[in-house]
T-cell receptor, first 114, second 111 residues
Framework: NAGVMQNPRHLVRRRGQEARLRCSPMKGHSHVYWYRQLPEEGLKFMVY????????ESGMPKERFSAEFPKEGPSILRIQQVVRGDSAAYFCASSPNGGDTEAFFGQGTRLTVV | GENVEQHPSTLSVQEGDSAVIKCTYS??????FPWYKQELGKRPQLIID?????GEKKDQRIAVTLNKTAKHFSLHITETQPEDSAVYFCAAINYGQNFVFGPGTRLSVLP
């Protein structure tokens, strides 16, 4: 059973471009969480999704950011018109049943906006 | 929503000593409390967890205690080793809600 897969591992975008970050959960996991982490800081919750549903997006900026977890395929975090302040590591985690068992993290995508 | 506080933010101990990290949470309905370790440049990984029907759990040098009445839980690491140096995050989860993490504790084990 492969772990949580995120790609790309590193992504460089110019200001104003779009960034698409992908997260394939572990097999059998239908719950995905996205977090943002700045250097030397904690895990800031962004969005919690279940297949085809957004459960909680309270941590995600309303402008430029969106997330989806379709019935088929990976979860995608999309950042439009990136700015330098979007540079960070973005981690996703998956769990099988939404909250009382371990969430497994992917290796993260390190986004650099130049 | 849930709010998790974590103390201390940094902790330095001598190799072989014990380390204790404490967390408090706000939502009395939270029932799952995992601890994650994140080494530099790597992903967070679960090291131990506890559910609300248990007061204490131990796994070799690591133990977690939970006081539901006071809404706090603690991580205890005994006989610390240099490889224990990392950032530790606690979390409190209510079923169906997102994982809310504390701000993290940077543990340094000095040789």
């Amino acid at each position: 059973n492969a772990g949580v897969m995120q790609n790309p591992r590193h992504l460089v975008r110019r200001r104003g471009q779009e960034a698409r970050l992908r997260c394939s959960p572990m097999k059998g996991h239908s719950h995905v969480y996205w977090y943002r982490q700045l250097p030397e800081e904690g895990l800031k919750f962004m969005v919690y999704l279940q297949k085809e549903n957004i459960i909680d997006e309270s941590g995600m900026p309303k402008e430029r950011f969106s997330a989806e977890f379709p019935k088929e395929g990976p979860s995608i975090l999309r950042i439009q018109q990136v700015v330098r302040g979007d540079s960070a590591a973005y981690f996703c985690a998956s769990s099988p049943n939404g909250g009382d068992t371990e969430a497994f993290f992917g290796q993260g995508t390190r986004l650099t906006v130049v | 929503g849930e709010n998790v506080e974590q103390h201390p933010s940094t902790l330095s101990v001598q190799e072989g000593d014990s380390a204790v990290i404490k967390c408090t949470y706000s939502d009395s309905a939270s029932n799952y409390f995992p601890w994650y370790k994140q080494e530099l440049g790597k992903r967070p990984q679960l090291i131990i967890d506890i559910r609300s029907n248990v007061g204490e759990k131990k796994d070799q040098r690591i133990a977690v205690t939970l006081n539901k009445t006071a809404k706090h839980f603690s991580l205890h690491i005994t006989e610390t080793q240099p490889e224990d140096s990392a950032v530790y995050f606690c979390a409190a989860i209510n079923y169906g809600q997102n994982f809310v993490f504390g701000p993290g504790t940077r543990l340094s084990v000095l040789p």
